[in-house]
């Protein structure tokens, strides 16, 4: 496969990872809630994909900070920007932790009753 060098995202090494930059991108509801849905998926996902809540440009804002502090990774195939979880970088730098967290937000759901834990709660 040939890639156009343009294309190509930066992505930190796995060397280069670190907790405090994953739990900085895991702290914000909306990025928690992009790496929740694509470890839930089977594939990669296309940013197209995601119905979020905020704008187009901080969408963007949101996968690249993900990127950035490798969480995930990203690629194009075609014209289509694709997103997948970092599992096997984060469980051999921080086992657990990735589980973990996610495991925290679904628990947060069931006690807060709602869908999706990382959305903002409704009107009191």
Same mark, same amino acid.
């Not at 343009?6 to 930059?21: D, K, Q, T």
């Not at 901080?58 to 997948?84: D, M, P, W």
């Given at each position: 496969?040939?890639?156009?060098?343009a294309r190509v995202l930066a992505?930190?090494?796995?060397?280069?990872?670190?907790?405090?930059?994953?739990?900085?991108?895991?702290?914000?509801?909306?990025?928690?809630?992009?790496?929740?849905?694509? +470890?839930?998926?089977?594939?990669?996902?296309?940013?197209?994909?995601?119905?979020?809540?905020?704008?187009?440009?901080?969408?963007?804002?949101?996968?690249?900070?993900?990127?950035?502090?490798?969480?995930?990774?990203?690629?194009?195939?075609?014209t289509a920007k694709l997103s997948?979880?970092?599992?096997?970088?984060?469980?051999?730098?921080?086992?657990?932790?990735?589980?973990?967290?996610?495991?925290?937000?679904?628990?947060? +759901?069931?006690?807060?009753?709602?869908?999706?834990?990382?959305?903002? +709660?409704?009107?009191?």
């Amino acid at each position: 496969m040939t890639t156009n060098a343009a294309r190509v995202l930066a992505h930190p090494s796995r060397e280069e990872i670190r907790v405090e930059g994953v739990l900085h991108a895991l702290s914000d509801p909306i990025r928690l809630r992009i790496v929740r849905q694509l +470890a839930g998926a089977t594939d990669e996902q296309a940013c197209s994909r995601f119905d979020l809540p905020v704008s187009k440009s901080t969408t963007t804002h949101h996968f690249r900070v993900l990127r950035e502090n490798g969480v995930i990774a990203q690629f194009y195939r075609g014209t289509a920007k694709l997103s997948c979880v970092r599992t096997e970088d984060l469980d051999a730098l921080f086992p657990g932790l990735l589980d973990s967290v996610l495991a925290g937000v679904e628990l947060q +759901a069931e006690r807060l009753g709602r869908a999706d834990a990382s959305a903002p +709660a409704g009107p009191a």
